[in-house]
């Protein structure tokens, strides 16, 4: 079955993996488990803050 199955390719090249974090930088646990609907409204807070001009 390997030999139908197609290889993505982008731009003519194999895709290589996406470079994505497994553990959510603000809870420590697996992104794959749980809901982070909370660590995503602090990463959205975070990113505000650093857009912000100092005064």
């Known amino acids: 079955m390997t030999a139908l199955r ?3 390719r982008l731009r ?13 930088d603000q809870c420590n646990r697996s992104r794959a488990h749980g809901n982070h ?12 803050e650093r857009r912000l001009p100092n005064n």
């Open 6 to 8: 197609r290889t993505v």
């Open 12 to 24: 003519g090249a194999p895709m290589r993996p996406l470079d994505l974090n497994v553990m959510c």
């Open 37 to 48: 609907t909370k660590c995503s409204k602090l990463r959205q807070a975070e990113a505000v």
